[in-house]
């Protein structure tokens, strides 16, 4: 199992793209993580018996400002929201895995691999690494949101140092998209050779 992490804004997507561009399947933890609260799952009824009906639309979807709002600034309330979810991701992440079998390698997204400790096993982590500030321009720059918000967002996730030294590979993304995609096409190469499949 290889891991994609990195810090919000760092150039995960980008890089997940390419990856999936390069024929390699994509398993991302954000979007999974939204599959499992949709109108009918276990995963939202568990989520709403633990919050209450507030975090619910009228439509009977979950509301995720709503939820965002509560454990955001809460970590009680954000440590309850992981004991349900967390397990219930790395299940779904590992029954999919399973179904990949004529692929040599696939790779797991996951923004918060640092702060949430999942997926221990993995075989390789890859960390998208930039400098802080510039994702706090990047952030600024896409979202358009003001600055005590990023730094709160900034501040609940885990720093530079602590994501590279989870890192077993580090991708420098402060140069062009050319430039980063140029990196994970050699890493790819070197995955195929590693993963048991020639170039």
């Given at each position: 199992m290889v891991v994609l992490t990195g810090g919000i804004a760092s150039g995960k997507t980008t890089i997940s793209d390419r990856f999936a561009e390069l024929g390699v399947p994509i398993l991302d933890t954000d979007q999974i993580s939204r599959e499992l609260v949709k109108i009918g799952t276990p995963g939202l009824k568990a989520v709403v018996e633990a919050f209450g009906a507030r975090i619910v639309g009228a439509d009977g979807s979950l509301d995720r400002q709503a939820l965002r709002d509560i454990v955001f600034n809460n970590p009680l309330d954000r440590e309850?929201?992981?004991?349900?979810?967390?397990?219930?991701?790395?299940?779904?992440?590992?029954?999919q895995m399973q179904s990949l079998t004529a692929e040599p390698y696939c790779v797991v997204v996951v923004p918060l691999l640092v702060e949430t400790g999942l997926f221990p096993d993995a075989d390789l982590v890859i960390t998208v690494d930039v400098p802080e500030a510039l994702q706090r321009s990047r952030l600024k720059r896409r979202d358009g949101l003001p600055d005590e918000t990023i730094e709160q967002i900034m501040t609940a996730q885990a720093?530079?140092?602590?994501?590279?030294?989870?890192?077993?590979?580090?991708?420098?993304?402060?140069?062009?998209?050319?430039?980063?995609?140029?990196?994970?096409?050699?890493?790819?190469?070197?995955?195929?050779?590693?993963?048991?499949q020639p170039e």
């Open positions: 309850r929201l992981e004991a349900i979810l967390h397990p219930l991701i790395e299940a779904e992440v590992r029954q720093s530079r140092s602590e994501r590279l030294a989870r890192a077993d590979i580090a991708l420098d993304n402060t140069g062009s998209v050319e430039d980063v995609c140029k990196q994970v096409d050699r890493l790819h190469t070197d995955l195929l050779r590693r993963f048991g």
